[in-house]
Protein backbone atom coordinates (compact mmCIF):
# COMPACT_ATOMS: atom_id res chain seq x y z
CA UNK A 1 0.00 0.00 0.00
CA UNK A 2 1.88 3.30 -1.17
CA UNK A 3 0.44 6.74 0.13
CA UNK A 4 1.80 9.92 -1.75
CA UNK A 5 2.23 13.21 0.18
CA UNK A 6 1.24 16.54 -1.77
CA UNK A 7 0.91 20.51 -0.75
CA UNK A 8 -0.62 23.09 -3.67
CA UNK A 9 1.61 25.06 -4.28
CA UNK A 10 2.49 27.64 -6.40
CA UNK A 11 5.66 28.37 -8.19
CA UNK A 12 7.85 30.26 -5.91
CA UNK A 13 5.92 29.49 -2.72
CA UNK A 14 7.79 29.10 0.33
CA UNK A 15 7.05 25.84 2.78
CA UNK A 16 6.88 26.37 6.15
CA UNK A 17 5.52 24.29 9.27
CA UNK A 18 2.19 25.77 8.50
CA UNK A 19 2.05 24.98 5.16
CA UNK A 20 -1.31 22.83 4.73
CA UNK A 21 -0.81 19.68 3.46
CA UNK A 22 -3.14 17.11 2.02
CA UNK A 23 -2.83 13.30 1.54
CA UNK A 24 -3.59 11.52 -1.25
CA UNK A 25 -4.75 8.03 -1.35
CA UNK A 26 -4.69 6.24 -4.50
CA UNK A 27 -5.88 2.52 -4.80
CA UNK A 28 -4.77 2.08 -7.72
CA UNK A 29 -1.26 1.74 -6.32
CA UNK A 30 -2.91 -0.86 -3.82
CA UNK A 31 -1.64 -4.54 -4.65
CA UNK A 32 -3.91 -7.03 -3.40
CA UNK A 33 -2.58 -11.19 -3.56
CA UNK A 34 -5.66 -12.76 -3.31
CA UNK A 35 -5.20 -16.68 -3.74
CA UNK A 36 -8.17 -18.75 -3.94
CA UNK A 37 -8.34 -23.00 -4.59
CA UNK A 38 -10.93 -24.23 -6.41
CA UNK A 39 -12.03 -28.00 -5.39
CA UNK A 40 -13.91 -29.70 -8.45
CA UNK A 41 -16.06 -32.92 -7.49
CA UNK A 42 -16.86 -34.47 -10.73
CA UNK A 43 -18.72 -37.49 -10.94
CA UNK A 44 -17.73 -39.75 -14.14
CA UNK A 45 -21.14 -40.47 -16.36
CA UNK A 46 -21.48 -41.55 -19.82
CA UNK A 47 -23.58 -43.33 -22.70
CA UNK A 48 -24.34 -46.59 -21.74
CA UNK A 49 -25.30 -45.64 -18.00
CA UNK A 50 -22.90 -43.79 -14.90
CA UNK A 51 -21.37 -45.86 -12.33
CA UNK A 52 -23.45 -45.05 -9.73
CA UNK A 53 -26.95 -46.02 -11.65
CA UNK A 54 -28.69 -48.58 -9.72
CA UNK A 55 -28.61 -51.85 -12.43
CA UNK A 56 -32.33 -53.31 -13.01
CA UNK A 57 -32.95 -56.94 -12.51
CA UNK A 58 -31.70 -57.98 -16.10
CA UNK A 59 -28.71 -55.96 -15.82
CA UNK A 60 -27.74 -57.98 -12.43
CA UNK A 61 -27.88 -61.72 -14.08
CA UNK A 62 -26.44 -60.63 -17.44
CA UNK A 63 -23.38 -58.99 -15.47
CA UNK A 64 -23.23 -62.42 -13.29
CA UNK A 65 -23.44 -64.72 -16.37
CA UNK A 66 -19.59 -63.73 -17.66
CA UNK A 67 -17.98 -65.50 -14.65
CA UNK A 68 -19.41 -68.48 -15.48
CA UNK A 69 -16.16 -68.01 -18.51
CA UNK A 70 -13.03 -68.17 -16.18
CA UNK A 71 -14.85 -70.83 -13.71
CA UNK A 72 -14.70 -73.36 -16.26
CA UNK A 73 -10.99 -72.84 -17.00
CA UNK A 74 -10.17 -72.33 -13.47
CA UNK A 75 -11.53 -76.35 -12.78
CA UNK A 76 -8.35 -77.91 -14.41
CA UNK A 77 -6.23 -75.94 -11.86
CA UNK A 78 -8.29 -77.80 -8.77
CA UNK A 79 -7.84 -81.50 -10.04
CA UNK A 80 -5.47 -82.30 -7.61
CA UNK A 81 -7.68 -80.77 -4.63
CA UNK A 82 -10.72 -82.62 -5.92
CA UNK A 83 -8.73 -85.85 -5.65
CA UNK A 84 -7.32 -84.74 -2.25
CA UNK A 85 -10.93 -83.57 -0.91
CA UNK A 86 -13.97 -85.05 -2.43
CA UNK A 87 -15.83 -82.49 -0.66
CA UNK A 88 -14.38 -80.27 -3.12
CA UNK A 89 -15.27 -82.28 -5.97
CA UNK A 90 -19.08 -82.35 -4.86
CA UNK A 91 -19.26 -78.59 -4.96
CA UNK A 92 -18.67 -78.63 -8.71
CA UNK A 93 -20.94 -81.83 -9.47
CA UNK A 94 -23.71 -79.88 -10.60
CA UNK A 95 -21.71 -78.05 -12.87
CA UNK A 96 -19.49 -81.21 -14.76
CA UNK A 97 -21.71 -81.57 -17.81
CA UNK A 98 -21.74 -77.98 -18.87
CA UNK A 99 -18.13 -78.13 -18.13
CA UNK A 100 -17.18 -81.21 -20.45
CA UNK A 101 -19.31 -79.56 -22.76
CA UNK A 102 -17.48 -76.61 -23.07
CA UNK A 103 -14.12 -78.11 -23.27
CA UNK A 104 -15.50 -80.58 -25.73
CA UNK A 105 -15.47 -77.84 -27.91
CA UNK A 106 -12.85 -76.97 -30.89
CA UNK A 107 -11.67 -74.08 -29.83
CA UNK A 108 -14.70 -73.57 -27.30
CA UNK A 109 -12.51 -71.02 -24.87
CA UNK A 110 -11.69 -68.90 -28.14
CA UNK A 111 -15.36 -68.80 -29.34
CA UNK A 112 -16.45 -68.17 -25.87
CA UNK A 113 -13.78 -64.79 -25.43
CA UNK A 114 -14.60 -63.26 -28.97
CA UNK A 115 -18.28 -63.90 -28.44
CA UNK A 116 -18.19 -62.58 -25.79
CA UNK A 117 -15.69 -59.44 -25.86
CA UNK A 118 -17.39 -58.66 -29.76
CA UNK A 119 -21.23 -59.41 -28.56
CA UNK A 120 -20.96 -57.73 -25.12
CA UNK A 121 -18.03 -55.41 -24.38
CA UNK A 122 -18.57 -53.38 -27.39
CA UNK A 123 -21.95 -53.42 -27.48
CA UNK A 124 -23.35 -49.91 -26.16
CA UNK A 125 -26.67 -51.32 -26.08
CA UNK A 126 -25.68 -52.70 -22.94
CA UNK A 127 -25.27 -50.85 -19.63
CA UNK A 128 -21.76 -49.94 -18.36
CA UNK A 129 -22.40 -52.70 -15.40
CA UNK A 130 -22.67 -55.27 -17.42
CA UNK A 131 -19.91 -54.15 -20.21
CA UNK A 132 -17.63 -53.52 -16.95
CA UNK A 133 -18.22 -56.79 -15.60
CA UNK A 134 -17.96 -58.52 -19.05
CA UNK A 135 -14.35 -57.21 -19.79
CA UNK A 136 -12.76 -58.20 -15.52
CA UNK A 137 -14.44 -61.86 -16.43
CA UNK A 138 -12.20 -61.53 -19.53
CA UNK A 139 -8.86 -60.35 -17.63
CA UNK A 140 -9.49 -62.54 -15.11
CA UNK A 141 -9.53 -65.52 -17.91
CA UNK A 142 -6.78 -64.17 -19.46
CA UNK A 143 -4.71 -63.95 -16.15
CA UNK A 144 -5.84 -67.89 -15.68
CA UNK A 145 -3.95 -68.71 -18.95
CA UNK A 146 -0.49 -67.73 -18.02
CA UNK A 147 0.74 -70.91 -15.35
CA UNK A 148 -0.63 -72.53 -18.53
CA UNK A 149 1.77 -70.75 -20.81
CA UNK A 150 4.34 -71.06 -18.21
CA UNK A 151 3.98 -74.98 -18.43
CA UNK A 152 4.94 -74.83 -21.70
CA UNK A 153 8.35 -73.51 -21.58
CA UNK A 154 9.21 -75.22 -18.05
CA UNK A 155 7.67 -78.82 -17.27
CA UNK A 156 6.26 -79.17 -14.26
CA UNK A 157 8.14 -80.78 -11.32
CA UNK A 158 7.32 -84.96 -10.98
CA UNK A 159 8.47 -85.44 -7.59
CA UNK A 160 10.05 -84.51 -4.16
CA UNK A 161 9.54 -80.88 -2.83
CA UNK A 162 8.91 -79.11 -6.24
CA UNK A 163 5.92 -81.67 -6.72
CA UNK A 164 4.46 -80.58 -3.33
CA UNK A 165 5.36 -77.10 -4.68
CA UNK A 166 3.42 -77.59 -8.14
CA UNK A 167 0.52 -79.19 -6.34
CA UNK A 168 -0.05 -76.53 -3.59
CA UNK A 169 0.29 -73.45 -6.58
CA UNK A 170 -2.55 -75.12 -8.27
CA UNK A 171 -5.01 -75.78 -5.73
CA UNK A 172 -4.00 -72.41 -4.57
CA UNK A 173 -4.83 -70.48 -7.52
CA UNK A 174 -8.22 -72.86 -7.92
CA UNK A 175 -9.36 -71.16 -4.44
CA UNK A 176 -8.59 -67.93 -4.95
CA UNK A 177 -10.55 -67.47 -8.57
CA UNK A 178 -13.24 -69.33 -7.41
CA UNK A 179 -13.46 -66.81 -4.22
CA UNK A 180 -12.84 -64.66 -6.68
CA UNK A 181 -16.03 -65.85 -9.10
CA UNK A 182 -18.16 -65.95 -6.14
CA UNK A 183 -17.37 -62.59 -4.87
CA UNK A 184 -18.11 -60.99 -8.27
CA UNK A 185 -21.32 -63.49 -9.12
CA UNK A 186 -23.10 -62.13 -5.35
CA UNK A 187 -22.12 -58.70 -5.74
CA UNK A 188 -23.90 -58.75 -9.49
CA UNK A 189 -26.82 -59.99 -8.34
CA UNK A 190 -26.23 -57.53 -5.68
CA UNK A 191 -26.44 -54.75 -8.17
CA UNK A 192 -23.05 -53.28 -6.58
CA UNK A 193 -19.73 -53.09 -8.65
CA UNK A 194 -17.19 -55.58 -7.91
CA UNK A 195 -14.33 -54.44 -8.28
CA UNK A 196 -11.42 -57.05 -8.71
CA UNK A 197 -8.06 -55.01 -7.18
CA UNK A 198 -5.95 -54.59 -10.65
CA UNK A 199 -8.26 -56.18 -12.80
CA UNK A 200 -10.94 -53.63 -11.86
CA UNK A 201 -8.68 -50.49 -13.01
CA UNK A 202 -7.61 -51.90 -16.44
CA UNK A 203 -11.43 -52.92 -17.14
CA UNK A 204 -11.90 -49.17 -16.25
CA UNK A 205 -9.85 -48.49 -19.37
CA UNK A 206 -11.41 -50.65 -21.98
CA UNK A 207 -15.48 -49.35 -21.24
CA UNK A 208 -14.25 -45.68 -21.72
Given at each position: MQALTYCPLRCGAHISANTPCKIAFHPAHVKIDRRSSIVVHARYSASGGSWNATPGVVDRVVAALPY?????????????????????????????????????????????????????????????????????????????????LLETVMSPPTSGWGAQLYIQSQSFIWVFTTMLIVYSIVNSFLGQWARIPFIAEAADQQIR
Open positions: ILPYFDAVAYGRYLFHIYPAARAAIQPFLPAMSLYHSLPFGSFIAFFGLYIGVVNNARFSRFVRFNAVQAILLDILLALPR
